[in-house]
């Protein structure tokens, strides 16, 4: 079965803290993608990234950085000095087969609060 | 621009009533899904479809149903066997294949609430 899990429900941080975001998934599948997802109040959620199960590397974006483990089975997400306007709902998502029915499989959620 | 359009914004329905959400995208895109988001439980996926006139059940479609008549359009009924219709609905796009590295457009969603 295909299950990803973000553990931290909701994390409050004053701004400029770095603050990583944890994920981690299972499937049986050796081909697979990973991705992360901001939603703001405003609801729409915004595509921040996805990665490949055979591409390992670590990937940097601005403030954003992520680390990609297949040994333990992670995806997680760190921003670095933090703003106000990261505070957001971040969702991790894997997709077992891209290609066949694309579709998306959601963690539930992390709620990221940054504070002036 | 492109994008997904989600209307209405808020909808609110009485208990026994079947609303429709409507979802369209001009982005070309083949395939189109329909999540529900509650408190704590992230997005579930109740339908989706691959290509016109075709559709497939996802983890939580009963109490649902959809149609796609046109590659624009994936409007979802809420029927009154929905036992707890209130959520946040989303609907996405996204192209078929590895053409888009960008995962699935998301529309902006309709909150509904029964009252």
């Known amino acids: 079965a295909q299950k990803v899990t973000q553990a931290q429900t909701e994390i409050s941080v004053v701004e400029k803290e770095d603050v990583t975001l944890d994920c981690v998934y299972e499937t049986r599948d050796t081909t697979y993608y990973l991705f992360w997802y901001k939603q703001p109040p405003s609801g729409e959620l915004v595509f921040l990234i996805r990665?490949?199960?055979?591409?390992?590397q670590n990937e940097i974006s601005g403030r954003y950085s992520w680390n990609f483990q297949k040994s333990t089975s992670s995806f997680n997400f760190t921003i670095t000095a933090s703003q106000v306007v990261d505070s957001a709902v971040y969702f991790c998502?894997?997709?077992?087969?891209?290609?066949?029915?694309?579709?998306?499989?959601f963690g539930t959620g992390t709620l990221l609060a940054v504070q002036p | 621009d492109g994008g997904i359009t989600q209307s209405p914004k808020y909808l609110f329905r009485k208990e026994g009533q079947n609303v429709t959400l409507s979802c369209e995208q001009n982005?070309?895109?083949?395939?189109m899904y329909w999540y529900r988001q509650d408190p704590g439980q992230g997005l579930r996926l109740i339908y989706y479809s691959q290509i016109v006139n075709d559709f497939q059940k996802g983890d939580i479609a009963e109490g649902y149903s959809v149609s796609r008549e046109k590659k624009e359009s994936f409007p979802l009924t809420v029927t009154s066997a929905q036992k707890n219709p209130t959520a946040f609905y989303l609907c996405?796009?996204?192209?078929?294949?590895?053409?888009?590295?960008?995962?699935?457009?998301f529309g902006s969603g309709t909150r509904l609430t029964v009252v």
């Open positions: 982005l070309n895109h083949d395939a």
């Open positions: 996405a796009s996204s192209p078929p294949g590895s053409r888009s590295n960008y995962g699935y457009t």
């Open positions: 998502a894997l997709s077992e087969a891209w290609g066949a029915t694309n579709k998306l499989i």
């Open positions: 990665r490949n199960s055979f591409d390992e």
